[in-house]
């Protein structure tokens, strides 16, 4: 959750195009983009168990692809099983918060002291920088649920029957009836692990997630600067005078949610095999080596499209939506005295 800046200047034509820390009234800003990231966490975490699943599984031993996991989950499980594991990573909120603090510090670090003025580059080394300021939230929620979204079906999704032990754990250990599934398998883990368990694969979450968002903020720029020169052009064409600023017409909010979109979905496709990878290591209990082995004896290429669609679509659909809502939320919070400088 960034700011989201061209090349344009913060204030162009007395029009401000670039909402900064400063411009905002932070005790109203924080309460309403922690209410927007958790409705948009809440619509697509469903796509998050369908394709940690799709990941997981050996080939197509249990999926044959979303719509029938979807279908499968729901009918079997009922539809509680696809938001298994939600209200663990909700502390993953803060790290949201952590990632933006970071992502604006560095971003005017490098602009102001760096002598780098393109905003994709500026944007995509801040972002990646700032991914890794939040694994120690992220991984350890992370791991917990996903062994929670594979809980009913185990077997099929854990790497075998010698790398069960926290699910065996699980399996013994008597608290059904008095803890909750999250507060069991948060036990299982230390109990097998101990305090590391809740670390495994920290350096493969590091290796997804700094390219990923390196992706995301050098897709989303250059897009964003392609959109808005189409725009203007067309808005030329059409008869209407070219304006000082070709996002001062009403157009900036949905072209920022449009780019955000499009670099969801690249960043997807192109880090997949690292998210297999990463989850792999995390719940299969194996080591860097062998999972990479596992990987090139069961899944081959197929390592590069399995769960990706519903990836792409998570992705995708949660970056428009984040993008969406946080610079609406950006916008509504502006101090009295910038209110009129906004650009939509």
């Not at 299982?188 to 700094?210: E, H, N, P, T």
């Not at 050098?218 to 189409?230: D, E, K, R």
Request: charged share 15%; net charge positive; glycine share 8%.
């Amino acid at each position: 959750m960034t700011s989201s800046d061209t090349d344009l200047d913060i204030e162009v034509g007395n029009k401000l195009h670039i909402i900064e820390w400063e411009h905002l009234n932070l005790w109203k800003f924080y309460p309403m983009a922690l209410t927007s990231s958790w409705s948009v966490r809440c619509l697509m975490y469903p796509m998050s168990v369908v394709k940690s699943r799709l990941a997981l599984q050996k080939q197509n031993n249990v999926y044959r692809g979303m719509r029938h996991a979807f279908v499968d989950i729901i009918r079997k499980e009922g539809f509680t099983a696809l938001y298994r594991g939600f209200w663990v990573t909700l502390p993953q909120l803060s790290g949201s918060f952590i990632y933006s603090t970071a992502y604006e510090g560095l971003r005017n670090v490098l602009r102001r002291h760096g002598g780098i003025d393109s905003a994709p580059i500026v944007s995509a080394l801040a972002g990646g920088a700032a991914s890794s300021t939040t694994q120690l939230i992220f991984v350890p929620t992370d791991i917990v649920a996903q062994y929670m979204m594979v809980y009913n079906n185990p077997s099929n999704f854990t790497g075998g029957t010698q790398k069960m032990s926290v699910v065996e754990a699980l399996k013994h250990d008597g608290l059904e009836k008095r803890w909750t599934l999250g507060l069991r398998v948060i036990r299982a883990i230390y109990k097998v692990d101990g305090i590391l368990g809740f670390y495994r694969g920290f350096f493969s979450s590091v290796l997804l997630y700094i390219p990923s968002s390196m992706v995301f903020w050098s897709t989303y720029y250059n897009v964003l600067g392609v959109l808005t020169a189409i725009t203007a052009d067309f808005s030329h064409s059409e008869g209407a005078p070219r304006s000082p600023s070709p996002t001062a017409d009403g157009n900036l909010l949905k072209l920022q949610a449009l780019s955000g979109g499009i670099g969801g979905v690249f960043a997807a496709i192109c880090t997949n095999p690292l998210e297999v990878l990463r989850i792999r290591i995390q719940v299969h209990r194996t080591g860097y080596v062998e999972t990479f082995r596992r990987l090139w004896v069961y899944e081959g290429t197929r390592v590069f499209t399995k769960g990706l669609a519903p990836r792409m679509i998570s992705n995708g659909v949660y970056s428009f939506l984040i993008m969406l809502g946080y610079e609406t939320v950006k916008r509504a919070c502006v101090l009295p005295e910038y209110r009129e400088s906004i650009v939509w």
